[in-house]
């Protein structure tokens, strides 16, 4: 069956360091890879997407990379923020008008001072 | 510029009660909407999907059925609530025909007890 794994384990980051977070996946061909943040008690807020076709996407501070030959991508804040708190979802999507996405469970970002 | 809303925000419900939530898009035409639900501590699981009035499709057997009576208004149903059906409900919206980001509302919080 199709599987998004999100490392479920709290990520804690001192100020100014990267954060790396990772989404791995299996028994999928994803069109495209989509990240989010969601605040608690709040819905998703949309931040990049990554094509099969590409490598590496950047956003101000963000950075995504899509690897399908390891069926991974990696999801980098740089110089991150306490304001960057939250938890942050992987999101798979198939090719189609639905335009469907499979979520991961998501990984909980704590950044300290 | 477009905008979802979803109400109410917090919701409790005895079992067996009937339940009826409502999300509306303004701003674009003719989207692709969906239904998910967050369980506690899990991941987002999308539970309909729709590409048209009145065109549904169900990802997941349940309780639970949506409708779609105008372009840019979705439904989701009850006719009698269970305990299981307690979560975070999220209503979304995407580009119909692109493989682009979706947008989430603000979510409803439903208590079944």
């Known amino acids: 069956s199709q599987k998004i794994e999100q490392n479920s384990e709290a990520l804690n980051i001192q100020e100014g360091k990267t954060a790396t977070l990772t989404c791995n996946y299996t028994n999928y061909s994803p069109a495209y890879l989509q990240w989010y943040r969601q605040d608690p008690g709040r819905g998703p807020v949309f931040l990049l997407l990554?094509?099969?076709?590409?490598k590496e996407k950047r956003k101000e501070r963000l950075k995504v990379t899509f690897d399908t030959t390891l069926k991974q991508s990696l999801f980098h804040i740089t110089a991150s923020q306490p304001a960057d708190s939250a938890t942050y979802l992987c999101?798979?999507?198939?090719?189609?008008?639905?335009?469907?996405?499979?979520f991961g469970t998501g990984t909980r970002l704590q950044v300290t001072l | 510029s477009q905008t979802i809303h979803q109400w109410p925000a917090t919701l409790v419900q005895p079992v067996g009660s009937p339940l009826s939530l409502e999300c509306t898009v303004e701003g674009t035409s003719n989207p692709n909407l969906y239904w998910y639900r967050q369980a506690a501590g899990r991941g987002l699981q999308l539970l309909f999907y729709?590409?048209?009035?009145?065109?549904i499709s169900s990802e997941v057997p349940q309780n639970l059925s949506a409708s779609r009576p105008q372009d840019r208004q979705f439904i989701l149903s009850s006719k009698k609530l269970l305990l299981s059906d307690s979560g975070f409900y999220l209503c979304?919206?995407?580009?119909?025909?692109?493989?682009?980001?979706?947008?989430f509302g603000q979510g409803t919080r439903l208590t079944v007890v």
């Open positions: 990554i094509r099969e076709n590409e």
């Open positions: 729709s590409v048209g009035i009145g065109q």
């Open positions: 999101a798979l999507g198939e090719t189609g008008t639905a335009s469907k996405l499979t």
């Open positions: 979304a919206w995407s580009v119909r025909g692109v493989n682009t980001e979706a947008f």
